[in-house]
């Protein structure tokens, strides 16, 4: 996993010391749903998964370009995830439970955030891990907007840098960083449904199968590298207890384990149901998702997985430990976080020395125009593709046109002669937009700017004396023939 991560790190931008700590718990068997899971072929229970916990806790320090020294880091970033690994099943299903930031030392802001790396190095590593070997791995989560997870108290800082999402911004951001960085992690397709979802940022909409466009437009569906469908890929008349993978700390699993299950959902409640019973036990005003990503299909295999039997990982008494201590922490005011950071350094070198998670340090060196960076990123968002040598708020490189206010080369026109065209390089001139039969040689030197003789169909004329006057309208008078 380090080298992904780091792989992921390296799209990043700025100069930073960043420390990363990887703690795994040692797995366990455990059920993944509330109903045994049948297989139909060899009659047995292939409910059971071994089950682990990964952390991953990042803590930055930004330097100047020349700056050498090692200073001491402030965790900043951390994300919680639960892993569910059969591979007699050949399945492996992957939980995102919490993401924080404590917006302390955040790197300067860039499409890539020092969270999003993590997320995606995480992601890809696994992609890579069961490539080829006829497993499918997916990922599971359901977004809900909280001041804080992993940091406390660092919603209370006064840190312009800790920004705490809205429902919508929290839905918006997920399927920003989950299909929209190619360079780092490319997913198959991905499914997303709000339960609760009337209301999505000033969209006063009821959503269901037939009416999603808008919010499409809203978010960032139709720009991701991947296709999202509204809804969920179970069967809506399947039974939920069997369908629905249980995970800690999910609203699904606490409205099937709630005091009100045995009223509303049995053994025949279908997935449907299941729904619409989330959708009643949520409606607080919050709009929250369940998104389901596809990371890897299951395929033909064309190669053996080996099993890792040297996964450097802790008990489960030991990460219990850990994650009471981390959540233990204060990072209100800057001095809170430094102290808690040094705190929890130390805490996790204990570790390190004994053997039980895994640290690297990695130096970010990498030049950023911060300016031009967010220029191309809000215009590629907008749809504009950019050249190679953009310039910054310069959009006329990616265009390309004729002369200023010079509309003539828009409209398909008769071809002229090389006297009409010395007449007609005029600014403004709107000759070139009439279709007219041809003029003779006395009328052409009548080419004047704002001559509008060429609107008017009229018999042929004989030949008359040539009228350079701008505004000429003797042409629109019909007459007798001299």
Known sequence: MKSFLINALNNLFGYANIDLYIISSRPEKEALYSKKQINKKKKENYNIYDMRNVLILAANKNRNKLDEKNYDTIFNSGILCNEYINLEENKVILYISKIDTSGWENLKRQPLSL?????????????????????????????????????????????????????????????????????????????????????????????????????????????????????????????????????????????????????????????????????????????????????????????????NNSQVNIDKVDYDKLIDYVLSLNYALEEDAENSSKALHEYLQQLVKQKKIIHFNYKLNKEFEEEEEEEKEEEKEKGIKFSEAIHVNNLQGSIKRKNVNDIQGLIKKKKITSTQESNNNCINNLQGLVKRKKVTTSQDSANNINNIQGLLKRKNPTVQKSTNNVNDVQGLIKRKQK
């Open 115 to 307: 969270i999003r790396a993590i997320i995606l190095g995480y992601l890809s590593y696994y992609q890579n891990l069961y490539k080829d070997t006829g497993v499918s791995v997916t990922l599971h989560l359901y977004t809900r907007a909280k001041p804080n997870y992993l940091f406390p108290t660092s919603d209370d800082a006064n840190n312009t840098d800790k920004h705490v999402l809205t429902d919508s911004e929290l839905i918006n951001w997920w399927i920003k960083t989950l299909s929209h960085y190619p360079k780092v992690f490319i997913p198959e397709s991905g499914y997303w449904y709000c339960p609760t979802g009337e209301r999505i940022g000033h969209l006063q909409t009821v959503m269901n199968e037939n009416h999603n466009e808008d919010i499409k437009n809203a978010l960032k569906i139709n720009t991701s590298i991947c296709p999202w469908t509204w809804g969920y890929p179970f069967e809506k008349s399947s039974y939920a207890l069997e369908t629905i993978p249980q995970f800690p700390d999910d609203p699904k699993n606490s409205l099937l384990h709630s005091k009100k299950r045995a009223s509303l959902i049995h053994e025949r409640t279908t997935v449907r149901e299941f729904f619409e019973y989330l959708a009643i036990e949520n409606l607080s005003g919050t709009v929250s998702a369940c998104m389901i990503l596809n990371i890897l299909s299951s395929s033909e295999k064309k190669k053996d997985f080996k099993k």
